[in-house]
Structures are given as structure tokens and as C-alpha cells.
């Protein structure tokens, strides 16, 4: 449930930034300088190697990311962002960490125990917190 809530709560910024939900989270999962093969993001996105081909193709065309040859193996595509991208992926990483409106309804002494509880529910910030 909380997956979904986040979601929802993000479609707005993804829109503003033109972005699908699948495609923003392509996005987020290529960070610039580290390229990812094409079927490892089929796996991450839990879905089909066809579904990744259309969400490459559209943000290539939007001139984001690009595809390269595998060094190792020229069969294999990597998907690599583009300088434009790393530009275009970090201000759609910062408007997503921005926190709801409706946040800003509440006093610094309530946000403080939603923030630690929100951290306990998401997976992988314990670390941070």
C-alpha cells in the first residue's frame, strides 16, 4: 500500500516532467556514468525485455539516455544517460524527494515522528536514518 501511495503521490511530478511512471522509473534506476543492460532493467521494472525496447526508445528520442555495445559482449545493449539526461534525471530526483503539500500543513513537532515512522516502513533507510 505504501508503494501505492508513493506513486500517487509522484505521478503529478512525473507528468510536470513528462514522464510516464515506467519511464521515470528507468530513469531512476540508470545512474549517469554506470550503464545497465537492457534485460537486467527489464528485471528490475518487472517486466517484459519488449516493454523496456518502447521505454528506451522514447526517452532516447527525447535524447536522455542512449543505447551502446556491451564491451565485453556486442550482442548485449547497455542504457546509458546522456550528459543532457544526468542534467534532466537529477531535477526529477529532487522534485520527487520534495515532500507532499499536505506536509507543510503540519507543525515541525508532527512532522518528526511521521518522518521516523515513514523511514521505519521504507525498505533500505535504516542505514540512513
Known amino acids: 500500500m505504501l508503494g501505492r501511495v508513493y506513486k500517487a503521490g509522484k ?14 522509473q528507468l530513469l531512476w534506476l540508470v545512474e549517469p556514468g554506470r550503464p545497465v543492460a537492457m534485460n537486467e532493467l527489464a528485471g528490475a521494472l518487472y517486466c517484459d525485455a519488449s516493454n523496456v525496447t518502447g521505454l528506451v526508445d522514447r526517452l ?8 551502446r555495445a ?3 559482449d556486442r550482442r548485449l545493449k547497455m542504457i546509458a544517460v546522456t550528459p543532457a539526461g544526468a542534467v534532466f534525471r537529477a531535477k526529477v530526483i529532487e522534485r520527487t524527494a520534495e515532500p507532499p503539500p499536505s506536509f507543510a500543513s503540519l507543525s ?3 512532522q518528526r515522528p511521521l518522518r521516523d515512522l515513514l ?11
Do not use: K, N
Open 11 to 24: 505521478m503529478p511530478v512525473w507528468a510536470d516532467f513528462e514522464l510516464s511512471p515506467s519511464q521515470a
Open 60 to 67: 532516447e528520442a527525447r535524447q536522455l539516455i542512449e543505447r
Open 70 to 72: 556491451d564491451p565485453s
Open 108 to 110: 515541525p513537532r508532527e
Open 119 to 129: 523511514r521505519r516502513l521504507a525498505p533500505g533507510t535504516q542505514e540512513r536514518a
